[in-house]
Structures are given as structure tokens and as C-alpha cells.
């Protein structure tokens, strides 16, 4: 599966620290081995008596996730994105503008 996000892609997230998200929502976690290090991934799954959250990366086979590191406690979650804008493509920003005749 592609990437939901490119190099470049900016991110609007909505700080929620410590809350228990739902499966499918992407989320910025805390990486539970890297001090100073935030990712972004979806949800795959939630377990709500232990508060343990279990991240995928949307390209499964180059993503650093749970798959590694295990299920991460709720306390690592920092925020819910809710919007992600890719930046526009070089070939698009170098081109002429195009006159317009009114």
C-alpha cells in the first residue's frame, strides 16, 4: 500500500495527550523507544483495560510500527490528525502561468 503521507506533507493535529483513540483514526504517538521522537500511524487496534494502543504504517512493508515495538500504553498519544495537505508537485510549481483573456 502507498504512503498516506509524502515527504513535505504538512499535518493539522488536534492535541488530545493521553487519550484512548478509536481504531482507524491517524494519530501522533511518542515512539516508545526513541526519547524526542513523534510518529504518525493509524490505529490497527485498541485494547481498553489495559489502555494499550497498536500503530500501523499505512505501507506495511517500510513502515516502523508496532510490528517492532509491540502495542504503546495511551499515555504516549499526543494528538488526532485532522488534516493532511501534500505539498504541490516541482513539476507544477516551475511551469508558466497561463494567461488568462477576459
Known amino acids: 500500500m502507498e504512503p498516506g503521507l509524502h515527504d513535505g506533507s504538512w499535518v493539522v493535529m488536534m492535541p488530545r495527550p493521553g487519550w484512548l483513540p478509536t481504531v482507524g483514526e491517524v494519530v501522533v504517538a511518542r515512539h516508545p523507544e526513541r526519547a524526542g521522537y513523534e510518529m504518525i ?32 500504553p495511551a499515555a504516549l498519544m499526543v494528538g488526532r490528525v485532522i488534516l493532511a495537505v501534500r505539498p504541490w508537485p516541482p513539476r507544477l510549481l516551475l511551469r508558466r502561468p497561463t494567461r488568462l483573456w477576459l
Open 41 to 72: 500511524k493509524r490505529v490497527a487496534a485498541v485494547s481498553r483495560p489495559r489502555r494499550l494502543v497498536w500503530l500501523a504504517g499505512d505501507n506495511r512493508a517500510e513502515s516502523t510500527d508496532s510490528d517492532q515495538f509491540g502495542p504503546i
